[in-house]
C-alpha cells in the first residue's frame, strides 16, 4: 500500500521516478525471504525427522535455504542504492551497467535457489511418504 502511495500520490506525474524502487518493495521482498526460509527450515527438520537424524540430506537444504536467504539480503541492499528497476511498465530496460548486471544476476540466483529447495523437499518428503506407505503396507 506504501509502494502505491509513493508512486500515485508522492510522485504522481514523476517521469524520472517510475522506475525507482520505494522502501516498502524492498521491505516486503525482505519479509517474504524470512518466510521462505523459515518453511524451508521447518520441512527440513521434517526431513530430518523421517530420515532418522540423517544430516547428508538435511544440511544441504539448509544451505541452500540459506544461501538463497543471503542473496536476497544482498539484492535488497544493492538495490537501495540503485534506483532503476530492470523492468518497467512496458518494456524491459537492457542491463548494461554492471551494477544492473549484477542485480540480475543476484535475483536470478535466489529465485533459481529457492525453486530448487523446493524440489528437493518435496522430492524428499514424497520418498519419505512412499517409504512410510510401503512400511505400513496394505488394508
Request: aromatic fraction near 14%.
Amino acid at each position: 500500500m506504501a509502494a502505491l502511495v509513493d508512486y500515485f500520490i508522492t510522485n504522481f506525474g514523476v517521469k524520472g521516478h517510475i522506475d525507482h524502487i520505494p522502501s516498502p518493495i524492498a521491505l516486503t521482498v525482505v519479509v517474504t525471504a524470512i518466510q521462505t526460509f523459515l518453511v524451508h527450515c521447518f520441512f527440513a527438520q521434517k526431513i530430518l525427522r523421517s530420515s532418522k537424524n540423517n544430516w547428508l540430506i538435511t544440511a544441504p537444504i539448509l544451505f541452500l535455504a540459506f544461501l538463497r536467504l543471503r542473496f536476497t539480503f544482498k539484492n535488497t541492499r544493492r538495490s537501495h542504492y540503485i534506483t532503476q528497476a530492470s523492468v518497467t511498465l512496458s518494456r524491459i530496460i537492457p542491463l548494461r551497467d554492471s551494477e544492473y548486471s549484477f542485480i540480475q544476476w543476484v535475483f536470478t540466483s535466489g529465485l533459481a535457489l529457492s525453486a530448487g529447495v523446493d524440489v528437493i523437499i518435496t522430492g524428499w518428503l514424497c520418498y519419505f511418504l512412499r517409504e512410510l506407505r510401503s512400511r505400513m503396507g496394505s488394508t
